[in-house]
């Protein structure tokens, strides 16, 4: 009985989500779009991620590097690790990273300021002004995560791209012009389409989960800390769990 | 006018409000008192179309509103004021930002023109100069006024306020009673209050009514009320 109730539970809560995401959508195309809060919300999200992306991506790249180098060594390929860095950010470690990392910074924000106007009446107060809080509230954020994410995720691949390079440069005694001559004609746009196409996805799921539970937090500032950690969670799983299935039907598709 | 005729709210199946008949006529305040948890919000976001009631039927200016659906219930709330008990303002906004959303949200005036009614509605609830600052850095007093000048933006005629006096000092609870009377009388409109607060409620009510367990148990004046042998309401009124 008990799991019952928790079973209807839980379809009853992934009920809401797809409504949710069925709302924004018809707002999306029927509503007007606000444009100064979709740039306001570009901007926050962008400054939020922008400095730990960097970062992240930097040591990715210098790691792969440093990695690369002792790997490539055993086959006598050391040449070879311009290849290496590029092909593994572009197709795979650059999106996943950054969509987790944004998940985590970006989204957690979003999460926590919208559950914070749930619980203290803001999406409430929205609705007695007479205008639609998914229009003005959630629909910014959403575009936003679609603008911000993309860009991202080429931040991070000049990032790694440039970690790697200095390693390999210092440490593996490659030529500047060498490695740069073989990152650049290494890179086909098979791999950048296909690392790039998921980027799109991991934005909506991101936006969608973080606004769905951010829109719906209730208990107050308890509440808020709960909805928002869940929120997080939910994007790791979601994102690197979609991340294989994408990856299988792009390989499928466009494999070499 | 409003009009609400057996409004019956029940949440699993606890029973919030059952059966409530009241009116309030035109350019008239009325004070709805009751405990805490009685329903007091509940009857406040029924009458604004944010909680659908159970059964009853409830008319603001002539609007059903229980017969709309939410589209037509974001048209209809423009007309209505809304005061949150926790004021409610958005807190990314200054003061001015706050008020001026609905005027930019729904009429097509320019900057100026909007600018000059935020003066003279930040002027209407005491707070000219204040209008740069961010709810986070007012008092309870002011933000609740605030949030009264954003709620009273568009010009409606009805105005609905939850608990105006809750989490306020003595003098602030009087000053903010005293200034939706005013302000009611002035813009003409007809006005509904809840609160607990029976002495701050005859500050600003013309009229209150007793909610006790999902019904009005008495109606009327301060002088009517005190007449009233009920129990309760004797206790309440204490
Ligand atoms: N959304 C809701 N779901 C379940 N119960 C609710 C909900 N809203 C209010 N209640 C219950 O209704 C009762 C009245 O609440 P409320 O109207 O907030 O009281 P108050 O008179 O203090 O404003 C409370 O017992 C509360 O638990
Ligand atoms: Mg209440």
Sequence with gaps: ?256 | MIRVRGLSKSFNGQTVLAGLDFDVPDGEILAVMGSSGTGKSVLLLNLIGLMPPDSGAIEVNGVAVTRLAEPELLKFRRHVGYLFQDSALYDFMTVEENIAFPLREHTASGLAVIRARVDELLRMVDMAGAGGKYPSELSGGMRKRAALARALALGSKVLLCDEPTSGLDPVRSRDISLLIRDLSKKLGCTTLITTHDVRNAFRTADRALVLHQGRAVACGTEQELRAVADPFVREFLE
């Design chain 1, 1 to 256: 009985m008990v799991m019952l109730t928790w079973i209807t539970n839980k379809l009853a809560a992934q009920g809401r989500g797809a409504l949710f995401f069925g709302a924004f959508v018809r707002c999306l195309l029927t509503g007007r779009i606000r444009w100064n809060e979709v740039f306001r919300q570009i901007y926050e999200q962008g400054v939020r991620s922008l400095l730990i992306v960097t970062l992240v991506s930097f040591a990715s790249g210098a790691v792969l590097a440093l990695q690369g180098q002792v790997m490539m060594a055993r086959f006598g390929a050391k040449e070879f690790i311009a290849q290496l860095v590029a092909l593994s950010l572009i197709r795979e470690l650059s999106p996943v990273f950054t969509a987790l990392v944004f998940s985590g910074k970006s989204g957690a924000g979003m999460a926590a300021e919208l559950g914070s106007m749930s619980v203290n009446s803001q999406i409430q107060a929205t609705r007695t002004l007479g205008v639609d809080p998914m229009g003005f509230l959630v629909v910014p954020r959403m575009l936003a995560c679609l603008v911000v994410l993309p860009i991202l995720v080429v931040v991070s691949e000049l990032m790694g791209i440039f970690g790697g390079y200095l390693v390999a440069i210092h440490e593996a005694n490659i030529p500047p012009v060498y490695y740069i001559n073989q990152t650049v004609q290494c890179i086909a746009f098979v791999d950048f389409f296909s690392g790039f196409a998921k980027v799109f996805f991991f934005a909506v799921i991101i936006g969608w989960i973080c606004c769905y539970k951010g829109f719906f937090t209730s208990g107050g500032s308890m509440g808020v800390g709960r909805y928002t950690t869940a929120a997080v969670a939910l994007c790791y799983v979601g994102v690197i769990v979609s991340n294989t299935l994408l990856t299988k039907i792009i390989l499928t598709f466009w494999g070499n």
